[in-house]
């Protein structure tokens, strides 16, 4: 069972222009402000890859390559896919021969079924609508393994938001996104965040991590 309906395909075009916001600009600014904010996160996931024994594991949205370069080091083959030529050629460079980056879509995935046994999407959802979220999630549930696991690692709205210094920075953060990206983000809070897409979804959830004082969990799960 998919996650998305057929008449709810996306079309990659309407949703981002390369020579927009996928800039070098763009990776700029994920190299001063997402990378620093997953750095904490990134071991935790490679953790959890080991902990689940997954040999293969795409990152989607693998932007700089950070993930991608610390599973590599595990001994993980790591597979990293980005929309963004700007930073699929920043991951090359820093990278060594043994991390395969492709440029592409995380809507339109270019690999086979079934063909890794992890998924990772990491602070990748929130930036999109719900229907894209759900396109990208089915597009992972198509080339993961059946017994294989997607690791999330993605906003959760903290019980005490006024006083969450962790929570009013990762606000400010997706406030510079501005556009689209603030919009959503903002529907994504709203909406539960983390938590509210797993009620919504098929997603059968085996493990979370809860970091940043409560506003970023780490979410393993398998679809039901």
């Not at 395909?9 to 390369?18: Q, W």
């Not at 994920?30 to 997953?38: A, E, K, R």
């Not at 949205?61 to 597979?79: F, W």
């Not at 979804?201 to 679809?223: D, M, N, P, Y």
Request: overall charge neutral.
């Amino acid at each position: 069972m998919t996650l998305i309906s057929p008449d709810q395909s996306v079309s990659i075009d309407a949703i981002v222009d390369n020579n927009g916001h996928y800039s070098r600009f763009a990776m700029r600014i994920y190299s001063w402000l997402i990378d620093p904010l997953l750095r904490s996160l990134r071991p935790r996931v490679v953790n959890v890859c080991r902990r689940r024994n997954l040999r293969s594991v795409l990152d989607i949205a693998s932007g700089t390559g950070a993930q991608c370069i610390l599973l590599d080091h595990a001994g993980i083959q790591a597979t990293g896919i980005d929309l963004s030529k700007a930073m699929i050629d920043c991951a090359s460079r820093r990278s060594p021969p043994t991390i395969r980056y492709v440029h592409g879509s995380a809507f339109e995935l270019p690999f086979d079924d079934d063909a890794f046994e992890g998924v990772l999407l990491l602070l990748a959802l929130h930036e999109h609508s719900e229907r894209e979220r759900l396109a990208m999630l089915s597009e992972a549930q198509r080339v993961l393994m059946h017994n294989g696991c997607l690791v999330l690692a993605e906003y959760s709205v903290p019980k005490n938001v006024a006083t969450n210094i962790s929570w009013w920075v990762i606000r400010i953060i997706e406030w510079l996104a501005g556009g689209d990206h603030r919009r959503n983000f903002h529907e994504f809070a709203s909406s539960g965040g983390i938590k509210g897409l797993e009620s919504r979804t098929l997603l059968k959830v085996l493990e979370r991590q809860s970091s940043h004082r409560g506003t970023i969990e780490i979410v393993v799960a398998s679809f039901s």
